[in-house]
């Protein structure tokens, strides 16, 4: 279960898979980590997805992994406010 999104350049490069669970609408949940957002690249092509999700109407969530395992009832929170959100 999924979908595409596209940003209006099209393009392989331009692509990024989301996976959805029944009920959560247009939230995406992205961990953020330090060893894949340490290079230059890394956080253009980070930014790039993240807007490309943007204009297409979706809500993107950006966690830390830190936050997930020292603090996962923070993480729930965040995750039903957003699905709270209209």
Same mark, same amino acid.
Do not use: K
């Given at each position: 279960? #999924?979908?595409? +999104?596209? =940003?209006? $350049?099209?393009? =392989?490069?331009?692509?990024?898979?989301?996976r959805? +669970?029944? #009920?959560?609408?247009r939230?995406?949940? /992205?961990?953020?980590?330090? /060893? !894949?957002? =340490? =290079?230059?690249?890394?956080?253009? *092509?980070?930014?790039?997805?993240? *807007?490309? $999700?943007?204009?297409?109407? !979706?809500?993107?969530?950006?966690?830390?992994? /830190?936050?997930? +395992? %020292? *603090?996962?009832? /923070? !993480?729930?929170? +965040?995750? %039903?406010?957003?699905?709270?959100?209209?």
């Amino acid at each position: 279960m #999924g979908s595409q +999104l596209r =940003s209006a $350049a099209g393009g =392989s490069a331009s692509r990024c898979r989301t996976r959805g +669970l029944p #009920g959560w609408g247009r939230l995406i949940i /992205e961990i953020d980590g330090y /060893e !894949f957002h =340490s =290079s230059r690249t890394h956080y253009r *092509n980070d930014r790039d997805r993240w *807007n490309r $999700a943007t204009v297409q109407g !979706f809500m993107t969530l950006r966690i830390t992994a /830190e936050t997930i +395992l %020292r *603090n996962p009832q /923070e !993480f729930i929170r +965040l995750v %039903r406010a957003a699905m709270a959100q209209p």
